[in-house]
């Protein structure tokens, strides 16, 4: 596991790869994981100056740690970051889980083809994510600009810190409403806090938390 952005996020992660082994195996087992948790201040630096490089580069390095100490799959804990996913498979030879990939196929085996997104301003904004799943046959509805904004300074200022307000899910409810009136017949959470947050209860339509959807995936890829 690749993670660290956040770690509130990646504790997830770690969480449910455990949860999900031990209810397949019983008794005490857990799941075999190396992780490799980056300094997320310094990753945040670099996606705020654009230099998603560097970011790249970090990321691509830690990568690398984790192949030379044993690693055979390789799990982003991110969304955001997978905009620099192609720098990280070049430098490995690991099995790659694409966290855009798997949750396309969720969406796609529920019948539904016209998606919200709901992320940082980053992915949503960006098209590494968006034209990935529309590969996959969606369409991918974003909240307007100032829903936007207050989705991504909800993720930073609060999810990214383990503040979790009653304001916010309701603030939440609301742009999830208006994609639902814009066409969205499903809703990807597409930041991995949004999940700390929101779920299907919050949702008119069905919700796709793509945290538990990469972590099954790649659980089943690992076993």
């Known amino acids: 596991m690749l993670g660290g952005m956040s770690w ?3 504790s997830q992660y770690y969480r449910l790869a455990n949860e999900i082994v031990r209810d397949r195996f019983g008794g005490l087992a857990s799941a075999r994981i ?10 945040e630096r670099l996606q705020a100056t654009g230099d998603w490089t560097a970011a790249g580069q970090l990321l691509a390095e830690a990568a690398r740690g984790l192949e ?13 970051m997978h905009r620099v996913a192609d720098e990280i498979t070049a430098a ?19 019948g539904l083809r016209h998606v919200g997104l709901l992320a940082t ?3 949503m904004e960006q098209p590494f994510l968006r034209d990935r799943l529309e590969a996959h046959g969606l369409s991918v509805l974003v909240p307007g600009a100032g829903d936007r904004a207050e989705v991504h300074r909800i ?10 307000t009653e ?9 999830i409403g208006r994609l639902v009136d814009a066409g969205a017949e499903g809703i990807i959470l597409g930041c991995t806090e949004i999940e700390l947050l929101v779920g299907q209860d919050d949702s008119p339509v069905p919700v796709f938390p793509t945290t538990r959807l990469h972590v099954e ?3 089943a890829a690992a076993l």
Do not use: K, W
């Open 217 to 219: 995936a790649a659980v």
């Open 34 to 43: 190396l992780l490799h948790s980056v300094d997320f201040a310094e990753v």
């Open 167 to 175: 304001p916010s899910r309701e603030v939440f409810r609301g742009v």
């Open 68 to 80: 030379r100490g044993g690693a055979e799959l390789l799990v982003l804990c991110t969304n955001t």
């Open 8 to 10: 509130e996020s990646t």
């Open 155 to 164: 993720i930073y200022d609060e999810l990214c810190v383990g503040m979790v």
């Open 121 to 123: 301003g980053y992915t």
């Open 92 to 110: 490995t030879d690991l099995p790659f889980v694409h966290i855009a990939d798997v949750t396309a196929a969720a969406v796609r085996a529920a």
